[in-house]
């Protein structure tokens, strides 16, 4: 059974910026691919940023390309989202994802809340 645990958020002004972390146990944390997604009130949720087992490869939405860095630790089995420049429109619940290639597993949502 996979456990995730995101960290970080919090209400923030306009420029302003938060790390978020996903803390991952119960898996080999290293062999799959970890993604950020984020989901604002009354809208789908949606893609943010992606990272690839190593570490060495990232994709990110055209939104937060530029501003947003996905990065993970292997050692500590976590996954982060550094967040700079933030905007009210990044206001939503950023939940982290770990794909197996045949099962996805969520974590509870941390808020992020930036105030214009």
């Known amino acids: 059974q996979v456990q995730l645990v995101e960290s970080g958020g919090g209400l923030v002004q306009t420029g302003g910026s938060l790390r978020l972390s996903c803390a991952a146990s119960?898996?080999?944390?290293?062999?799959?691919?970890m993604g950020w997604f984020r989901q604002a009130p009354g809208k789908e949720r949606e893609f943010v940023a992606v990272?690839?087992?190593?570490?060495?490869?990232?994709n990110y939405a055209d939104s937060v390309k530029g501003r947003f860095t996905i990065s993970r630790d292997n050692a500590k089995n976590t996954v982060y989202l550094q967040m700079n420049s933030l905007k009210p429109e990044d206001t939503a619940v950023y939940y982290c994802?770990?794909?197996?290639?045949?099962?996805?597993?969520w974590g509870q949502g941390t808020q992020v809340t930036v105030s214009s």
């Open positions: 994802r770990l794909s197996t290639g045949w099962l996805d597993y």
């Open positions: 119960g898996r080999t944390f290293s062999t799959y691919v």
């Open positions: 990272v690839n087992p190593s570490g060495g490869a990232t």
